[in-house]
């Protein structure tokens, strides 16, 4: 039997996938991919991510966004707020494994799907809940949204010039940590179950989890009692001596990280950083570093100097636009990118999976379902008959997409 039709290494695992936007639902697409059956429990009128793609990016009858974040699952279109579809959704808690909501703090409990209602029904299930600042708090009440936490996490005071506007990660960096912060604690608690045969709650918040991938920058803050402090040149980060950043060549871009000042000096012709001490000039000296470099560069090409930077032992590289990174040789040499075929949005091209596993890879067994795509399928499988499943649709209590 080939890698390819081997059960995923979560396959026989169940997911209620109950999350919006992104980080929850990327969190759960990460377990489809491994393997487990994820069923995307959506209101009747689809996924609020399904009507507002970035970008303004469509589709024919999914827009990019969503299918970006929602390949490998089922759709349940069901109403919650009625009472119908909550017994169905307890009818699939009583068989899942893990069951994943991003409600704001004291929605679940309103919906009647918090953690101790859902352990009542299952007390083996792994209940992931995600918030933007925490479960309770002075804050839980807040929106959780990307640029929100990027500028309260501190990280944005740590590059670009003194006395200029902070500037924003140039991706969903918030909630893709916290989709991975959650990813990890899924399979952290399900090991637990495997030894114990307990489920528990796990609670993931964005603050927390931009906070502690800062872990080596807070800790030269708090340890170190080292201020942040930005130059009036752009350099990349406070807590790394000069050169370190962006450069424009005579053609582009290039990135340089803190080289012998000596061996830089040589390589470009300043010498004036001939006679300068790495960790001392590096640090005093470092906006007329960043400012000698930079008027250098301008001077040849981005490939004149990478490929002196690479001759001379330098770190240095290129500055890729999305174009440029799909092409990259190395992405094409990893796989990084996987193209699969869409029911109704035809060939894709996607980033794939940042993990592999020998005997069991992760694969895509089926894209972005549409809103309720497998409602009737889901709910058999629970155990409805056809009646009772022909009458939640008349009743409006669910939903599927013709």
């Known amino acids: 039997m080939s890698t390819r039709d081997k059960p995923g290494i979560l396959a026989g695992y169940r997911v209620l996938d109950c999350s919006i936007a992104m980080a929850g639902p990327f969190a759960a697409q990460r377990l489809g991919d491994l393997g487990a059956d994820v069923v995307k429990v959506e209101p009747v009128t689809g996924e609020w991510q399904r009507h507002a793609a970035a970008g303004g990016a469509g589709g024919n009858r999914i827009n990019v966004s969503f299918l970006s974040l929602n390949r490998n699952k089922r759709s349940l279109a069901v109403d919650l707020k009625d009472p119908a579809g909550k017994d169905v959704l307890r009818r699939l808690v009583a068989d899942a494994d893990v069951f994943l909501q991003n409600y704001r703090p004291g929605v679940a409990a309103r919906l009647g799907v918090d953690y101790a209602s859902l352990a009542a029904i299952n007390p083996s299930l792994v209940y992931v809940s995600i918030s933007g600042y925490g479960e309770d708090g002075p804050y839980a009440q807040r929106p959780g949204q990307d640029l929100l936490l990027q500028a309260m996490s501190g990280a944005m005071l740590s590059t670009g010039h003194a006395g200029e506007a902070p500037r924003a990660a140039g991706q969903y960096l918030v909630d893709a940590v916290t989709a991975s912060t959650a990813f990890e604690g899924v399979l952290a608690a399900l090991l637990h179950r495997e030894r114990t045969g307990v489920g528990q709650l796990v609670t993931v918040n964005m603050l927390d989890a931009i906070t502690t991938l800062q872990m080596q920058e807070l800790s030269v803050h708090t340890v170190g009692s080292l201020d942040q402090s930005r ?56 906006d007329e570093i960043f400012a000698r470099t930079a008027a ?21 590289g290129p500055v890729y636009g999305y174009a440029d990174l799909v092409d990259d040789p190395q992405i094409r040499h990893n796989g990084t990118f996987v193209t699969y075929d869409h029911p109704t949005e035809g060939r894709v091209k996607v980033p794939g999976f940042p993990y592999k596993f020998s005997a069991t890879p992760p694969r895509i067994d089926r894209g972005a379902p549409l809103t309720g795509e497998h409602t009737r399928e889901i709910l058999g499988e629970a155990g409805l008959d056809d009646a009772a499943i022909e009458a939640l649709f008349t009743s409006g209590t669910v939903a599927e997409t013709s």
Do not use: C, N, Q
């Open 231 to 286: 130059s009036e040149e752009p350099h990349a980060h406070v807590y790394i001596r000069a050169p370190y950043g962006a450069f424009r060549t005579a053609d582009g871009f290039i990135v340089l990280a803190f080289p012998s000042l000596r061996t830089l000096g040589e390589t470009i012709g300043e010498e004036s950083f001939l006679s300068m001490e790495d960790e001392k000039h590096g640090w005093t000296h470092r």
């Open 296 to 316: 250098r560069l301008l001077d040849r090409s981005s490939l004149h100097w990478l490929d002196a930077f690479r001759a001379a032992g330098i770190w240095a």
